[in-house]
Each structure stands twice: as C-alpha cells, then as structure tokens.
C-alpha cells in the first residue's frame, strides 16, 4: 500500500526518472535528475524496497561515518517532490535510482502507483546512450514516444526502435499500457569519451527538458563545468594524432548531415529558453551559443534515433 503523508497538494505534476546503468551513458541522466533535486532542493518522500528489486552483488551497499556511527546505504530508487515557481508553477515529481536487478514489472507497477496516487499528468523518463557524435558540437537529444497523438502534440518523434531495451524502455511501455502518456528524452554521448561524468550531455537533457515542459531550470555551474570538460577532451584528443582525426572525421559527418534548412528551428528553441530565463523573477538571462560547450539541445540529431524504448 502506498502512503503519501507529508506530501503536499501538487500541481500539474510531471514525473520525471532516471536510472544509473545500461541507460546513462556518462552518467548524464541520472546527474540531470540530481541536479533538479539540489537546484530546487527536493526533499524524498518515497523509497522503493531495496531487497525486492536488487542483487547486492551487482550493486552493493556502501558503509558510511556518521557522528561516529557506522551507517549502509543501500541500492534503491528514491522519490522526492520539488516545486518549479514561474508564471506557470508546476511540481515536478523526481525519480532516481538504479536499473532493478529483477523484477522490472512489479518495479514499473510500484512506480506507476506512485504516479496515479500523485495524479501525475506525464511521465518523462531521461537516458543517455553512446553514439557516433563528436565532442565538439552541441549534444543531440532524441525525443521519443510510442503514443501517436502525444508524438503530434509535443513535436516528438514516434519510436521505432527493435532490439534489447533497458529499464527506460520497459517504463515507458508501463507507462503505455497503464493509459499515462509517457517520453523518453537521449542525450547521445560519445563513445570515445564515455566515462562519467558528461556535464555537457547533462545540460543538453536539462534544455530539452526546459523545452518539452516549458518552464526554467536553474543551470548552476552546470555550463561552466561543461565548457571545461570540452577543454578537457579537446587537450586529450589533441595528444592522439588518431583521435584527432577521428573527432575531425566525426564533425564533417555531423556538419554535413544539418543542413541549413534545420537551423532556423534550432535558434527558435534558443531564442524561446532565452526569453524563458529572461522573464524569470530574477533571471538575467544570457542566449547561450549553439556551437558552445554549453550542451544546449537545438537539434535532434541522427546519433539518438537508436535510443530504444
């Protein structure tokens, strides 16, 4: 039985997930759903079973100090609730956790639970995968649904992707079949850098998130840290001719594959999160560049039409 003591009245309350493993690549997603908690200082409500779901020998517990007590914290999923102010305040209910071990059924079950007693209105589930994408241009972020109707009316693209899936795609068809409209937001991440973390990949799901709910996201340090991890990949690749020659071949397929024609909508959706930050009670807003380490998700580009749902 699921009890909500404590949790307030929400308002057009949106779901959104992610999970560490198979469907976070650079650990984007699941530091995109943290960064929504610190920035608008979630506080959990919610803990799923941890000895329903996983195998400790696959995620085990960890062993903490606390005021000299020693403490485990184990491998679950967590729910919190936040608050997004603005003309148009909506609440944001957050899920992160880890892929489940077993069970993803009854796991999808438990969540959806949550979701009907919250009334939540749509559930938005983010992952990253690796892709042919270089580092140097702005993150493509794939938008997809299986609901026709859904797909027409946020601009996204229906799925139709075949092939194994992982505990994002398992959701959403939850999510399908229990009647609650449901997306999926990948961010691609390049294969050739893949290790955690990708701020910029991070950033790109948060705009795009922007994007689909039209409100504002605080970005903290989130653009600085990404521009720094761009220097970063730059210095590396730099120091491999092979690399380097690489990353170039990379960019030419990107570059070649936008055309002109598609720009126009990738400066609209910058203009539109610029004014967005502008109008915000004390936002001083600035139009990040789409060419910049900044992560900003303009363009759907080819490297996320795999993302499997």
């Not at 997603?29 to 400790?56: I, N, Q």
């Not at 606390?66 to 305040?89: A, H, M, N, Q, Y």
């Not at 071949?249 to 909508?265: H, K, V, W």
Request: hydrophobic share 40%.
């Amino acid at each position: 039985m699921i009890e909500l003591e404590g949790v307030p009245e929400l308002i057009d309350p949106v779901m959104v997930a992610a999970f560490e493993g198979w469907n976070d690549a650079g650990d984007a997603a699941s530091t995109a759903v943290a960064h929504l908690e610190r920035e608008f200082k979630g506080e959990v409500f919610a803990a799923l079973d941890a000895e329903d779901y996983y195998d400790f020998q696959v995620n085990r517990p960890t062993v903490f100090m606390e005021g000299g007590v020693r403490k485990i914290t184990w491998p679950t999923t967590r729910l919190s609730v936040v608050r997004v102010g603005g003309d148009k305040p909506r609440d944001l209910v957050l899920v992160r956790g880890i892929e489940p071990s077993m069970r993803w059924r009854s796991f999808c079950n438990e969540l959806l639970g949550f979701a009907h007693e919250l009334g939540v209105e749509l559930v938005v589930v983010l992952g990253a995968l690796l892709g042919d994408t270089p580092h140097t241009r702005p993150v493509p972020v794939s938008g997809v649904t299986s609901d026709t109707d859904l797909a027409q009316r946020m601009d996204l693209e229906e799925t139709k992707y075949e092939g194994p899936t992982g505990i994002v795609g398992v959701l959403q068809e939850a999510c399908a079949h229990a009647g609650v409209p449901a997306v999926s937001l990948w961010a691609a991440v390049p294969h050739y850098v893949s290790q955690p973390p990708n701020p910029k990949a991070t950033l790109a799901l948060l705009n795009r998130l922007e994007d689909l709910l039209d409100l504002r996201i605080p970005q903290g340090e989130l653009p600085e840290d990404a521009r720094a991890w761009q220097v970063g990949v730059d210095q590396l690749a730099a120091e491999d001719s092979e690399v380097a020659e690489y990353v170039q071949t990379l960019e030419e397929a990107r570059d070649t594959a936008e055309l002109p024609e598609a720009s126009g909508e990738a400066i609209a959706r910058e203009f539109e999160r610029y004014l967005r930050r502008r109008d915000a009670p004390g936002g001083k807003a600035r139009p990040s560049k789409p060419d910049t380490a900044s992560g900003s998700a303009e363009d759907d580009g080819d490297e996320g039409d795999g993302s499997e749902t």
